[in-house]
């Protein structure tokens, strides 16, 4: 079983005004609404919003600028982003579990206080001290030094390998998100919110790439699960 994800989670944050007001502040003053639908139905736009308490939750490919997407538009996004919620927490999930792929990204006002990304039994990048919510899930298990290197062993399995880092990525992405919403990735289908393509542009190259069939175009679930 696997996950793909691209979400970012704020709190404490509100739609005050609702989603198209968050979207001028964002600097997309023409959006254009899809469907009103909840999260497990998400992607049918280029960007999802809705919230569940204290906690706004987006659903956008734009997400990446979070994880090395250089492109002019995720970059921007993220800065919008990051300025309009200065005093908020925000954080940014991403989930591929085809190619083992894994991230997330928390900012305290306005500042990066832990990032880890990594793919195929990887870590690319590590930064910042274990947030509680990573140790509260290594907390259940053994840690050893192996000639220098730090892994975990499951008491309650012994016979079991060792595990490090990656093998606890997609573990920390749902935990990171327990701790902004109350609950995992998973458990959050049924938050009601909006679709909407945030900008002209964005439909148009929507349109392109399906006409041209250049591009696999999904409306996968924010959450999307598979067998494999």
């Known amino acids: 079983m696997g996950w793909i994800t691209q979400t970012i989670l704020i709190r404490p944050a509100g739609l005050d005004g609702g989603p198209e007001k968050l979207l001028a502040e964002l600097g997309y003053g023409s959006p254009r609404k899809v469907s009103e639908t909840s999260f497990g139905e998400a992607g049918a736009g280029s960007i999802w919003i809705g919230a569940i308490a204290d906690c706004v939750i987006l659903y956008t490919y734009l997400a990446g600028g979070f994880f090395g997407d250089e492109d002019r538009e995720s970059s921007e996004f993220k800065t919008a982003l990051l300025q309009r919620f200065a005093d908020a927490d ?136 598979f067998w494999g």
């Open 90 to 225: 925000v954080a940014a999930l991403s989930l591929h579990s085809v190619v083992g792929a894994w991230g997330f990204a928390v900012y305290r006002r306005n500042t990066l206080i832990r990032h880890q990304d990594g793919y195929d039994g990887m870590v690319l990048r590590d930064e910042g001290p274990r947030l509680p919510a990573e140790e509260a899930c290594l907390a259940r298990y053994e840690r050893h030094d192996v000639d220098g290197t730090i892994v975990y062993r499951d008491p309650a399995d012994p016979e079991s390998d060792d595990l490090s880092d990656p093998d606890f990525g997609e573990e920390f992405v749902f935990e990171v998100c327990r701790s902004f919403t109350g609950f995992p990735l998973d458990q959050l289908e049924d938050v009601k919110g909006v679709n909407f393509w945030h900008s002209e542009e964005a439909e148009q190259l929507h349109m392109q790439r399906l006409a041209s069939n250049s591009v696999a175009i999904n409306s996968a679930r924010p959450w999307w699960k």
